[in-house]
Every structure is written in structure tokens, then in C-alpha cells.
């Protein structure tokens, strides 16, 4: 899948609204990685990095902050 289409497919209609639901609603944590693609906009936690090769030291920095956050 290209990011042109994971980009489409995150546009779809009500997918936004769906997120902020589940994350106001549910005892859940969503955390977004765009890599070169804004995903704040759809994710009170969504960051966006420039590369793939950032992807790993993020995911690992990210369940830290969440794992801190929530002892």
C-alpha cells in the first residue's frame, strides 16, 4: 500500500470523528506515527517523522512516555 492510498483511506468520511470518540469515550490510548504525513490532525497523539529509519527509536519512545504517563 502506497502512502497516497494509506493517506485516502484515512480521509474517508467519519474516520476522524470515529477516532475522537474512542479516544474521549474508552479507557484506550491511541498513538499515531505518520512517517512523512501530518497525523496530529486525526490523533490527539500523532506525531510525523521524516523516515522509515526514525520509525523504530519512536515507537520505542512513545510507549515510554505512555507507560510513564499512565504509572
Not at 500523532?46 to 527509536?57: F, K, R, V, W
Amino acid at each position: 500500500m502506497t502512502t497516497r492510498q494509506t493517506t485516502r483511506d484515512g480521509d474517508r468520511p467519519g474516520v476522524p470523528e470515529q477516532v475522537r470518540q474512542i479516544e474521549l469515550a474508552e479507557d484506550v490510548r491511541i498513538a499515531a506515527i505518520g512517517i512523512g504525513h501530518p497525523v496530529a490532525r486525526y490523533y490527539r497523539d500523532g506525531i510525523m517523522i521524516g523516515s522509515p529509519e526514525e520509525l523504530e527509536s519512536t515507537v520505542v519512545a512513545v510507549i515510554e512516555r505512555l507507560l510513564n504517563e499512565s504509572a
